[in-house]
């Protein structure tokens, strides 16, 4: 773990990095947009309960039956966020037979889903669900998850201290984060044809209708912000319009090709765009086919997000899903995840496995950031539902939709 | 075909109510009570009641004309496209009509937003598509396709293409042939025949085919969402974004209620235009 790599662009640890990754796809947040699963998901919303968790209910009644008394866990997670090896595992060790699906692509689009059923108390048919701070605060405000049981979490230890109490779940009764990841900049050296270190250099009018952002208003709000000198982590009203403003003149003038959810990433692989603002496990993921990109904190800074487990409250299967909370919060266990989902872990001693069993990831700034990093590091501020609201609208109106 | 229902009996005067009830209750069950809601939420938020009605007329405009001007575009592309194809294949195809038909109808077996992620591939900036328009100096050495006007229209045609040539390929076959030999015998050319027989007996097909394509196109966020640039965003993107991101139902509602009376002007003067009553 070494911290000589006080630069993320230093190109020694993209070597390292390229060899440490293996090859991953590209769509972690939403490939199709904000747009594409609303068809699929207002269906689905319509269809309420859904037959699908009761089919998966009859499956193997001999794994089954060793553990979890015959019912199945499900879990929903983001896209390619997980190792291929630990679901498997963990069936193995509990003999809990577990439904992992990787149906969660945009916060909102998924609060949309989910919003009926639990409003109605309805079973949503998922026993996990993994969602970014601020939504999963929204989740917790609106009473829509049940509490964590920490007579069967003793691995709840294991949490590291900076995110063992959050404004939106004190005490983390209610959530514990899967993996934590920082948005900053990707970007293809080749078409820009220099080194970038500043979030202001997106506006480089050389980079005109090459460059793109994210739908995610934190996100580009945020770091918007930080290139004007604003705090994210307390915005105000004033700030998030200065910064739209910003953005508006840059997407009326052309320089902003599009706003995006993951999908950037199939653009700047290519080459379509020249910059993108980027989640640092994408450009991971991207640089094994792509070995040019490069992902880099802003000197300015870049954004912190953590995506958080949550049970439903509906839940009638919440040992099972406490049983996976735990089994997941084992150092061992959280290393392999970020073996094969390059993000930062929030389990204490992770680390120290990860170097074990692949000791060039485990020293790599994405995984492990630096203090130099860690100190740019910055969560947007928690919003009210009214700031919400404002700051949408704000962002909205800055993007022409 | 003439009814024969005058004959009087409780049953007979009952059938077509019955034939009926499915169809009405599946609209009021699926059209008229979410529109009733649609409604109630657009006057729900704060202040008066017209205040979204205000932000949207207000704030939209540009998004509104924007969609209908391209929703009119890609109408008559697909018209300009459409209206051959169905000729060909209702008077010329012989045998392989019904092979033709398939294939028209054949990109509708994968989903529509498959069909246009696969454009996205298509027109890439170091695709076939920009490689090809290059080489024959149409597009400039920097130019691009996607992300482009060009683009969003050309994906909404595509897209609703089929919409335009099944109704305008029915009215075609369903004309007499004899129509057609019969205006030729009286010395008409071809030409002429078509103009005077073939296109006006088509018209019914032709004002189903452009409203099936227009309506749809115009409230459509698909395709300038994912071909299109910020500055290409259509209504239908605008409203999706306040129903799912800003969570302003007021305003989506009323988005949506404006749209909806723009579509209903726009066809009502279509229909005048083109009067065709038969079709009422």
């Given amino acids: 773990m070494s911290r000589r790599q006080s630069d993320p662009r230093d190109d020694e640890l993209h070597a390292l990095l390229r060899q440490a990754i293996n090859r991953r796809g590209f769509i972690r947040r939403t490939a199709l947009g904000a747009g594409g699963l609303v068809l699929g998901n207002s269906l689905l919303a319509a269809c309420g309960g859904g037959k699908e968790g009761a089919a998966a209910g009859g499956g193997d009644s001999a794994a089954a039956a060793a553990g979890g008394g015959g019912k199945t866990l499900r879990i929903s997670n983001w896209p390619l966020y997980i190792d291929k090896q630990t679901v498997p595992d963990f069936e193995k060790a509990t003999g809990i037979k577990t439904e992992y699906t990787e149906d969660i692509n945009d916060n909102s689009e998924f609060f949309a889903k989910i919003d009926e059923p639990l409003k109605r108390n309805q079973s949503i048919d998922r026993e996990i669900i993994v969602l970014t701070d601020w939504m999963a605060g929204r989740l917790i405000k609106l009473g829509y998850v049940a509490p964590l049981d920490d007579a069967k979490f003793p691995n709840k230890a294991n949490l590291v201290d900076n995110v063992k109490d959050v404004s939106f779940d004190p005490g983390r009764k209610f959530s514990v984060p899967w993996l934590s990841g920082m948005t900053g900049i990707g970007y293809n050296p080749k078409k820009t044809g220099r080194e970038l270190t500043s979030i202001n250099d997106i506006f480089d009018p050389k980079f005109k209708g090459q460059v793109t952002m994210l739908t995610e208003m934190r996100d580009t709000i945020g770091l918007v912000m930080l290139g004007l000198g604003k705090d994210p982590t307390k915005a105000t009203v004033a700030d998030a319009k200065a910064a739209a403003a910003k953005i508006k003149k840059a997407r009326e003038s052309g320089q902003i090709r599009k706003f995006t959810g993951n999908d950037y990433a199939e653009d700047l692989a290519a080459g379509n765009i020249a910059v993108a603002l980027a989640w640092s496990g994408d450009i991971q993921g991207l640089a094994a086919d792509n070995p040019n990109l490069r992902w880099i904190a802003p000197k300015e800074g870049a954004m912190l997000y953590s995506d958080n487990m949550m049970i439903p409250k509906t839940d009638d299967r919440q040992d099972l899903a406490m049983a996976w909370i735990n089994y997941v919060y084992d150092p061992k266990h959280s290393a392999q995840i970020v073996a094969g989902a390059p993000y930062l872990s929030a389990v204490k001693g992770a680390g120290a496995e990860l170097a074990k069993i692949a000791p060039d990831l485990a020293s790599s700034s994405l995984v492990n950031p630096p203090d130099d990093l860690r100190a740019r590091l910055h969560v947007f501020k928690a919003l009210s539902d009214a700031e919400d609201t404002e700051f949408n609208r704000i962002f909205q109106d800055a993007i022409g939709a | ?280």
Avoid: C
């Fill in chain 2, 1 to 280: 075909m003439a009814g024969t229902a005058s004959g009087g009996s409780r049953r007979s005067r009952l059938a077509p109510y019955l034939l009926v009830a499915p169809g009405i209750l599946w609209l009021l069950v699926f059209f008229v009570a979410p529109t009733i809601t649609l409604a109630q939420t657009s006057v729900s938020g704060a202040g008066p009641w017209y205040e979204a009605y205000g932000r949207a007329l207000g704030n939209y405009g540009v998004h509104f004309f924007r969609s209908l001007r391209y929703a009119l575009g890609a109408t008559l592309l697909a018209l300009a496209m459409g209206y051959p194809l169905a000729y060909f294949i209702a008077f010329r195809a012989g045998r392989l009509k019904n092979l033709l038909l398939g294939l028209v109808v054949l990109p509708f077996f994968t989903t529509f937003l498959v069909r246009t992620f696969a454009w996205k591939t298509i027109l890439n900036d170091g695709g076939p598509a920009v490689w090809l328009l290059q080489q024959l100096h149409i597009l400039d050495p920097g130019g691009r396709l996607l992300d482009t006007t060009i683009a969003v229209v050309g994906g909404l045609t595509y897209n609703f293409l089929p919409f335009m040539i099944l109704p305008i390929y029915v009215s075609l076959e369903k004309i007499d042939r004899r129509l057609v030999e019969a205006a030729e015998d009286l010395y008409s050319t071809p030409l002429e025949a078509f103009r005077k027989v073939v296109l006006p007996l088509s018209l019914p097909g032709v004002f189903a085919g452009s409203l099936l394509t227009f309506i749809p196109a115009t409230g459509d966020f698909i395709n300038a969402q994912l071909l299109g640039s910020p500055n290409q965003q259509m209504i239908g993107t605008v409203i999706q974004n306040q129903f799912l991101e800003v969570r302003d139902y007021p305003l989506a509602a009323s988005l949506s209620f404006v749209l909806m009376a723009v579509i209903t002007l726009g066809v009502l003067a279509y229909a005048r235009v083109l009067g065709t009553e038969e079709l009422a």
